[in-house]
C-alpha cells in the first residue's frame, strides 16, 4: 500500500512563510520616513470647536459662546451663564463651573474631558 501525501492544511508550511515574510517587506517599504506624528503633534486650530477635532481642550475662559454650544448639555442659555460667570471671576479650574447655574456634576463629568483651563485672561464682552 502506497502512501498519499496529505496536502498542507492553507496558511501552514514553506509557501505561506514566503508570502508571510514578503507581505510584512512590501508594508515596510509603505510606510512613511520617520516616526508618525501624533495627534497632539500637529497643528491644532487657534480657536473653534475644530479644536475637540484635533484632540486640544477649549478653554472655558476664552472660547465664545457658539464654541462653548458645542460642548454636550450646553446649550445658548449656558453659554451665556459661563460668559457671565468668567467676567465676574476667571476659571481657575474645570470645577469652577460648577458654579454657574445650570452646570452641576454630571453636565461637568461630560464636558470636563473636552476643557482645559490656561493662565490666559479670560475674554468679557460687555
Known amino acids: 500500500m502506497s502512501r498519499v501525501p496529505r496536502p498542507e492544511p492553507v ?23 520617520g516616526p508618525t506624528p501624533s495627534v497632539s503633534a500637529t497643528a491644532a486650530p487657534a480657536s473653534g470647536p475644530a479644536r475637540l477635532l484635533f484632540g486640544a481642550a477649549l478653554d472655558p475662559n476664552r472660547a465664545g459662546a457658539a464654541t462653548l454650544e ?25 470645577s469652577d463651573l ?20 490656561s493662565g490666559a485672561s479670560p475674554t468679557c464682552v460687555q
Open 70 to 94: 458645542v460642548l454636550p448639555g450646553i446649550g445658548p442659555a449656558r453659554a451665556a451663564a459661563i460668559l457671565a460667570a468668567r467676567c465676574e471671576h476667571a476659571f481657575a479650574s474645570v
Open 98 to 117: 460648577e458654579r454657574v447655574p445650570g452646570i452641576g456634576s454630571h453636565t461637568l463629568e461630560r464636558i470636563a474631558p473636552m476643557l482645559r483651563v
Open 11 to 33: 496558511g501552514q508550511g514553506p509557501a505561506a512563510a514566503a508570502f508571510a515574510v514578503a507581505a510584512a517587506l512590501w508594508l515596510v517599504a509603505l510606510a512613511p520616513a
